[in-house]
């Protein structure tokens, strides 16, 4: 879903909540008392570029 939403220009973001916080989350959502938030996404415009990640070289070994 984050790949997907960079694929429209905007920036995305996984947070977990914080220990504590799903009664609220889910009170605030009108959510069942029962359900339980595992993540949230954050969605908006990035309002920078960011620069790949240097990575090392692959090296690719074939077993014969």
């Not at 960079?6 to 009664?23: C, D, Q, V, Y």
């Not at 959502?29 to 570029?49: E, F, R, T």
Request: proline share 6%.
């Amino acid at each position: 879903m984050l790949l997907m939403i960079e694929t429209f220009g905007l920036a995305a973001l996984w947070g977990s909540p914080a220990k504590g916080a799903n009664t609220a989350i889910t009170s605030l959502c009108s959510m069942n008392a029962s359900d339980h938030v595992m993540g949230i996404i954050y969605v908006g415009w990035p309002s920078q570029s960011v620069a790949a990640p240097l990575r090392p070289e692959i090296t690719i070994t074939h077993l014969t």
